[in-house]
């Protein structure tokens, strides 16, 4: 691999800038979808009934060691699917994560359900146990937790909480497939796992989601739901993912386990970078837990904010600055939900997230650790 000279950059080469910027997203290399697409063309098989609709979900359900995996058409409807499909219903109450981003949230609203809002433990991604024992009523119909960023999110303390309630675990792994909790991939560790399969995520198909589960009943309610009740009476929706997105699918899981590792490699170099005891630091995460690297999330003694302008100005701006984050109840639609959530408010503001994906040239992932090591150094006390 090529080796960059930070301090004498090539003649002629230019500066990452706002015009220039380091891309942020990342298109996996072609590796056989062009000759499922014209397979699945020449069929003339193009709905959600498609046999390719079902390899897919085999595939799916076998690389992430699960009975049953459901395609549907995005991540907003696996969620809102598997809320259905939990029992939730209208007037009903969802407990959530302040780190809950608005699609996270939205399909609780689209039930008709009533989102609570609960704090993040201190250091982490996952529900503050004692929050959720506090906020579980009679109503509380299921909850949804959230591994943000691709970080893992340890809910087995308020797992134990809400399985003593007998209130179903939704997990929205939409950033997160391949991320791991104490070995296990995060979307197994509850009643259901949602997914993403939006371009923006490890496994991309344009639009496009599924679910995973080994409850049995579960997976046929959602079955049944998302195929327009099997047009045996009951009531449903037509979620189904259409037969070219899943023959896409189908060949990109196969690429998965590779882009896991090459994400891992990058996010080492950055971490690389960073000095003990200093300033910065990656988001923790426990020992037994591995993040899939969607983005490196550094945590700053402080805050987040003048690392992440400095990113901003030079052209690659944090997921933080680029989609806002910040606790949910600070979203309009979501303010008649406010709570007290002190954890989730220094996450957000100490937290920025940069690309670690396989399509970084050496050079852009050499800018990038450069930016992050005149942090590591020259912020702070010393
Ligand atoms: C992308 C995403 C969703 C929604 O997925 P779509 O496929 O875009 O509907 C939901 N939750 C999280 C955390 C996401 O990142």
Redesign the pocket.
Known sequence: MATTDLDSPAVGVTEFTAESPVEDRYGPPLSGELAELERVLASGRLSGGAAVVADYERALAGWFGVTRAIAV???????HAALVAAGVKPGDEVLLPAT??L??AM?ILTCGAIPVIVDVVPVGLAMDPADVAAKVTGRTAAAVS?P?WGYPADDRPAKEVLDAAEIPLIE?????HGTRVDGRYAGTLGTAG?F???E??LLATG???FVLTNDEEFGERFDFYTHLGHLRGGHGVNYKLAAPLAAIGRRRVDGLEAQLRARAANAARLRNVLVAGGPLIELPVGADDSPNYYTFVLRAARSAGEIAAAFTDAGLAPDSVRFGYRPLYHRPLFAPYATDCPNAEALAATTLQLPVHPGLSPRELEWIADRIARFARGMGSR
Do not use: Y
């Open positions: 058409s995005s991540g907003s409807s696996a969620l809950a981003p699609p996270t399909p959230l943000l929205d792994a939409c950033q997160a949602c993403s399969t939006h923006r995520k639009e496009g989601g």
